[in-house]
Nanobody
Framework: QVQLVDAGGGLVQAGGSLRLSCAASGRTFSSYVMGWFRQAPGKEREFVAALSRSGGVTVYADSVKGRFTISRDNAKNMVYLQMNSLKPEDTAVYYC???????????????????WGQGTRVTVSS
């Protein structure tokens, strides 16, 4: 099992940047595909980005491609989401997630993940 703790959210103006982090417990962190999802008020949770176990393969939602970067540090049991050129429509609660099964290319659905962080709120003002 793995426990996830999200952090780094806040209020930022449009065009600004934030870096989210996700701290994972456990000694087998490198065996998990990691993902970030977000949920805006009144909307369903949606996929943002995912990262392979080694960190060498990434997948992004079209809406964030070119603006967000997912990365991991397996030595520190950490996952990051660097968010640049933020837009008001990026406002949401962001969740990191982990799964020990499958490959990153197919892990774009929330139902594919077994473990979730508590979420961190990002608000982008116009």
């Amino acid at each position: 099992q793995v426990q996830l703790v999200d952090a780094g959210g806040g209020l930022v103006q449009a065009g600004g940047s934030l870096r989210l982090s996700c701290a994972a417990s456990g000694r087998t962190f490198s065996s998990y595909v990691m993902g970030w999802f977000r949920q805006a008020p009144g909307k369903e949770r949606e996929f943002v980005a995912a990262l392979s176990r080694s960190g060498g393969v990434t997948v992004y939602a079209d809406s964030v491609k070119g603006r967000f970067t997912i990365s991991r540090d397996n030595a520190k049991n950490m996952v990051y989401l660097q968010m640049n050129s933020l837009k008001p429509e990026d406002t949401a609660v962001y969740y990191c997630a982990a799964t020990s099964s499958g490959v990153v290319a197919t892990r774009t659905s929330s139902s594919s993940y077994d473990y979730w962080g508590q979420g961190t709120r990002v608000t982008v003002s116009s």
